[in-house]
């Protein structure tokens, strides 16, 4: 019976040691799977959630027909990664900035976490291609759709190459600054890279907001100045739909009006239409009518507009100075200038590119990349040489006065001299050595003289003599000993041991 009771319950406790299915660890390459997955899907199907949600919110408001939706976010798709499209034989070249920004982000965010710093080139290059096959399948897929609902939608079927071409760049480019960004430094190390290497990010990233931010910054300030011609653009009879969709326009094309004002403060010329604009001279001509576009000057007012050249001047000894603190020697700290001077230059030549295109009728706006570019990084890198140099050179002398004062503090604590001092001599009086003298020892007592024999006579006489000399030799020993010592700084006592007295009493005379 109780091996039918053991028999019975061994199977039922087996089955609850098992525990939860959520107990069990999983595979390490299920989960890297997981991983590869989530890095290649989950920015593509995020994107694609909102346009689809934006789209049908648009078309709703607006009472129309649904039959192109479809159309209208595989359109949109290709409009978030900079793809030109080409509506009723109208180009649209310029597409904004701020939701690719927002893309590259989460693709960059995505990476990062998907890696750790341990990660080798090979695990990292797998999550930079799955970073790149989930937006390349749903571009395909685009592509398909825009070709099948062109009957329905005057959308012309875009160029498959270039759109391809694009999508990879951007999300590509994401990737690979994101898995950079954490296992950069550590690869840099393995490779054997010069110390600087790993130091380029940071100040030229930080030089790139700056002077993107005075972009933002004078695009504000223009807007403000113009804001009745704002006014005007948006008092049309478009209704409240129509009002906040030029709002929304407008933010999103913000950044783009902000790569435009950069270019111009920089020295460079941005063109909107038939309207061209600098620091020297406007060309006022047509332009889009976005309000965004509203703060855009008809004319020169005053001639201070040159003053705001100190902007990239002030972003360029901003950029000296990070470099500078890096505390690398002077050769290096100019490699470093050079180099985030560079990336920001490519950087801005790139976001010229991305920002500007031709919009319809009305014909390029935006900026030439490549003179934008070189302007840039011409205003980075010499102020950014200068205060790197000076930067590098006083905190190599406080350096080196902190090491020397630390070797001195340790030469005095130690009683050596610092390192570069001359010896110093002490010149001091030789000491005569004190004299010293054995402790008395007792004297071992006399023994007694045995009783003189009978008919033998003693003479006291000779004893006495013997020892009135005895005393008076103890006595000049002893003031000679006393002369000798108080030549002497420091003296001790000196005793008087047996060896200095004579060897016990005279003999007798016969």
Known sequence: MSLGVGATLDPMTSLLARGNRRDIPSRPGSDRARALLAVALRPTGGAVAIICVLVVATLVSSNSDLAGAAGAVAASWLALHQVSLTIADGPLGVMPLLPTALLVWAVSRGCAR????????????????????????????ALAVIADAAAVTPLETPNAFLALASVGVIHLGAACVGVAWVVGRSECVRLGAPDWVPEVVRPAARAAGLLFAAGAAATAVSLMQSWSEVGELMDGDFGFVGVLGQVVLSVLYLPNVAVGAAAVLVGGAAQVGGTSISLFEVVPGPVPPVPVLGGIPAEMVGG???????????????LGRDCGRSRLPMQETAYLVASAAAGVGVLAA????????????????????????????????????????????????????????SAEGAAAKDGAPADGDDPVFEVKRLERPAVRYRAAAEPEPEPESEPAQAGTTSDPAPRTETAETTAETTSQSLSETAAETDSVEETETPSIVDDDLPNGPAPRGD
Do not use: M
């Open 304 to 318: 201070a507009w040159p003053v705001l050249l100190v902007a990239p001047v002030v972003v360029g000894a901003l």
């Open 114 to 141: 998907a890696v750790t710093r341990e990660t080798d080139l090979r695990e990292a290059s797998r999550v930079v291609a799955a970073a790149v096959a989930g937006p390349f399948a749903a571009t395909l897929v």
């Open 350 to 405: 790139l976001l010229g590119f991305l920002a500007g295109g031709n919009v319809g009728s009305f014909g390029y706006v935006g900026v030439v990349p490549g003179v934008f570019g070189l302007i840039t990084f011409a205003w980075l890198v010499v102020p950014g040489l200068v205060v790197g140099a000076l930067v590098a050179r006083r905190n190599r002398i406080k350096s080196d006065t902190r090491r020397t004062g």
